[in-house]
């Protein structure tokens, strides 16, 4: 099913109201880095070349002679008031700025204030700072070494480099599976750090009024009712009381999970507007965004399968060691230190599993982002489907006909996986099969054979996904103790125009859209007559944000809820202005009309004006509701990507002929941007796979901070999407509705690999890490002594 689109809402709409508020530049657009203040101050960051150093000295002097700068701020200077540290969102520590110590390059050291934004950053070219190195530690299997250099000396009691041990499944069945199996396979897998490098980079405005003690912040936020939540907690002692605490996220140029955490300038900001009563800015540029900001990914992976003889997986084992820098700063729910990574048993039905995650201190920025994921979903998709083709190869099997039998089957559902998830719905088969036959799977496969005959590499690789998104529910998940519900507030007005406000936030995910739809679609009122607004704490009921791809299976759901809780109102008052009772009218989209007398009806717009001019006596005046939905489950969608790539023997590139993505995401809202959605994530998920790391020497100098380095996929490199779609409606979303937003971003990089690695399986090839780049295929083939 495909909700109504009105030809009006085609597009992804930004809020008109921000384009009028002077605040922002007019014309120019309605992002942090727009908005204009009187006697603005600006706010640049010195940061440290070194990866592990003691901080002997900052000269601050020359800076300060500097005409326009007017302060250094120093670590010492925010102990004063017990701000150097704060927490994150996984109850560890991170620095605000250091006191003692720098634990990576890059690392905020102080930071200027000046009247300009050049000012700020020759005030920084001026201040000194004296280092005195200290040993480092890049490699998290070294950093659990005994004997490694202890790295957060700050927590008095901590001996080594281990952060936590989590485990989930039954050890003592998968061990046993294990022994009764007739074929095993296991696999190291590394995902390596990435950077979401969102188009805009992280910022703010903070403005303190000394008058009413209130302070406004605009900021590039994902979740800003918990930011204000956080803020509160953190500088309550200092006299910021939370209802004295306005966060404003205006539009957001992409954030990917990269704009949930709070990072030390926002602090500093809010710390300089406080102290001076001016308004203070602080803005990232593109080369501290990719050094300093949190990372995603960084799992080392082994993984094992067991499976019988004629193809039935029985059980998966897997150990992950987690990379998190000098901090564990991941944006998981509290309970879930390694985040959903227990999605990995994937869209296959075993019977017994087990996974251990350890999480290591490395001299490195905060790592655990779930970029475009929900929590280490990418990571455990990636596993599985490595895994599950790695063993088809292995069977001798094809991977697509491995996959279709040990697929969850449409019946079993809902489906109670062995590491305890319940997935609401599925139909994995028909994805598959679909992608199969839209891509000429059989007709391919001849081709390869063809062509492997005649010496050419060419590889055909297939992810059946299984994602886990929506969180909530209540029950399972919290940030920092605060509950995973979403928001929906509707106001319609006497004249039966409408404002709602959500508590997510979208980041050109089209949310002004889309949800908009929804209550059109559940009222009767055209979208156009609905102004969305979402990301101002003063305004907007609370919600937890946006990431993880939530705010369809959560605050749409509140949508439509908020909404039939409007429509029971005004049944109300329609059976009062028809003089019939409630139970004798019926609605259709736009009006309730008299079982029977179709004639006799009152729209929605003349029962919103009799709400305010004609309600029943006793009755309250006015028609709004306001709904905070805690879903009973999450939502599962799913999909089959099958790729086709041909590898060059000279160079060892990897090209990317064709790429089939079917997803099934239950009911859509709206296919076009369902379909943006996903071409957008493919790309994110075409660029790991091919393109983009982020690494460290050995002394923790960052190799990839800039767009140099770190290579970005322009259109000129992605590869053309041909996408479809089936719809397997989730059973408990009122819409029938699942999540969408990661999921190309989570399918994609399997199917690039396990077709790069089934072009080069006959030579001996079970597996190559991402990214999988010209040199390293090029060195595979040529230690198996193949050349051009
Ligand atoms: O939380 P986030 O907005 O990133 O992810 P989402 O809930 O998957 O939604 C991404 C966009 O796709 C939103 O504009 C949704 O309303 C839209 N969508 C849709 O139209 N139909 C669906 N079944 C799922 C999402």
Not at 188 to 215: M, N
Not at 255 to 280: E, Q
Request: contains cysteine; charged residues 25%.
């Amino acid at each position: 099913m495909t909700l109504r689109t009105s030809p009006e809402v085609g597009g992804m709409g930004h809020s008109i109201k921000r384009k009028e508020d002077p605040r922002f530049i007019r014309g120019k657009g309605t992002y942090v880095d727009d908005v204009q203040l009187p006697g603005m101050l600006y706010l640049d960051i010195v940061r440290s070349p070194f990866a592990h150093a003691t901080i002997k000295k900052i000269d601050s002097a020359k800076a300060l002679a500097l005409p326009g700068v007017l302060a250094v701020i120093t670590g010492q200077d925010l102990a004063k008031y017990n701000l150097h540290w704060m927490p994150t969102l996984m109850s560890d520590t991170q620095m605000v700025l250091p006191v003692e110590k720098v634990m990576y390059q890059a690392q905020e050291v102080a930071a200027v204030l000046a009247t300009s934004r050049y000012t700020a950053a020759d005030g920084v070219a001026a201040v000194e700072v004296e280092y005195e190195p200290l040993p480092v530690v890049i490699d998290p299997r070294k950093a659990l070494e005994p004997g490694a250099p202890v790295l957060r000396t700050d927590k008095k009691d901590k001996k080594d480099n281990h952060i936590w041990h989590w485990e989930w499944g039954d050890r003592a069945a998968a061990d046993r599976a294990f022994g009764e199996a007739d074929v095993r396979v296991k696999e190291d897998i590394y995902i390596p750090r990435i950077h979401v490098a969102s188009i805009e980079t992280c910022g703010c405005i903070a403005s303190f009024d000394k008058v009413d003690g209130k302070l406004t912040v605009w900021m590039t936020s994902q979740a800003p009712h918990a930011i204000r939540t956080v803020f509160a907690l953190v500088a309550g002692h200092v006299g910021l009381a939370e209802h004295k605490i306005r966060i404003i996220s205006p539009d957001i140029g992409g954030g990917f999970g990269g704009k949930v955490p709070v990072y030390p300038g926002y602090v500093i900001a809010v710390a300089a507007s406080v102290l001076t009563g001016k308004p203070v800015k602080w803005m990232e540029d593109r080369m501290e965004n990719l050094q300093a900001d949190s990372f995603a990914r960084d799992y080392h992976i082994t993984a094992e399968l067991a499976a019988r003889k004629d193809g039935t997986l029985t059980a998966i084992r897997i150990k992950t060691l987690a990379d998190h820098g000098y901090t564990d700063a991941a944006a998981n729910p509290s309970k879930f230190p390694a985040g959903l990574f227990h999605i990995c048993t994937g869209s296959y039905d075993f019977k017994a599993a087990h996974v251990e995650v350890d999480g290591a201190y490395t001299n490195k920025p905060p790592g655990g982002i779930a970029y475009r994921c929900s929590f280490r979903v990418t990571e455990a998709v990636h596993t599985i489907e490595r895994m599950a083709d790695i063993m088809a190869h292995e069977l001798g099997m094809d991977p697509a006909e491995f996959r279709l039998k040990n697929f969850v089957k449409p019946e079993q559902f809902p489906y109670k996986s062995a590491l305890g998830w319940e997935y609401d719905s599925g139909n994995y088969a028909g994805a598959l099969r679909k992608a199969m036959e839209r891509i000429g799977y059989a007709e391919l496969r001849r081709e390869q054979a063809d062509r492997r005959r005649r010496g050419e590499l060419m590889g055909i690789g297939i992810s059946s996904f299984t994602e886990i998104v929506g969180a909530g529910p209540s029950k399972h998940f919290d940030i920092l103790g605060l509950k995973m519900f979403d928001s929906c507030e509707i106001r319609i007005h006497p004249t039966g125009k409408a404002i709602a406000r959500f508590g997510t936030k979208s980041q050109g995910q089209g949310h002004e859209t889309t949800y908009a739809q929804i209550l059109a679609e559940e009222l009767g009122i055209p979208a156009a007559d609905i102004q969305v607004e979402e990301g101002d704490t003063d305004t907007a009921p609370y919600g937890l944000g946006t990431y993880a791809s939530r705010s369809t299976p959560v605050a749409g759901a509140a949508a439509a809820m908020a909404a039939r809780k409007v429509r029971d109102k005004a049944r109300q008052i329609a059976a009062h202005l028809l003089e019939c009772a409630p139970d004798d009218l019926v609605w259709e989209p736009g009006k309730f009309s008299v079982k029977g007398a179709p004639n006799r009806f009152k729209t929605i717009q003349d029962i919103a004006f009799a709400a305010y001019t004609n309600h029943p006596q006793g009755m309250e005046a006015g028609l709004e509701a306001v709904s905070y939905y805690d879903p009973p489950n999450l939502t599962y969608p799913f999909g089959s990507y099958i790729c086709v790539v041909d590898i060059d023997k000279g160079t060892g590139e990897v090209k990317v002929r064709r790429f089939v993505a079917v997803d099934d995401c239950g009911n859509i809202i709206n296919p076009m941007i369902v379909d943006g959605q996903i071409h957008g994530g493919l790309t994110m998920g075409f660029a790991p796979a091919l393109l983009e790391e982020i690494s460290y020497d050995e002394i923790g100098n960052i190799q990839g901070g800039s767009f140099i380095d770190y290579l970005l996929p322009t259109a000129v490199e992605t590869p053309k999407w041909e996408t479809d779609k089936t719809c397997t409606p989730s059973p408990h979303h009122p819409l029938g509705a699942k999540g969408v937003g990661e999921s190309a971003t989570v399918g994609a990089p399997a199917a690039i690999a396990n077709a790069v690695v089934d072009a080069l399986w006959h030579l001996g090839v079970r597996h190559v890490d991402i990214p999988i780049t010209p040199a390293k295929v090029w060195k595979l083939l040529r230690e198996r002594g193949v050349t051009e």
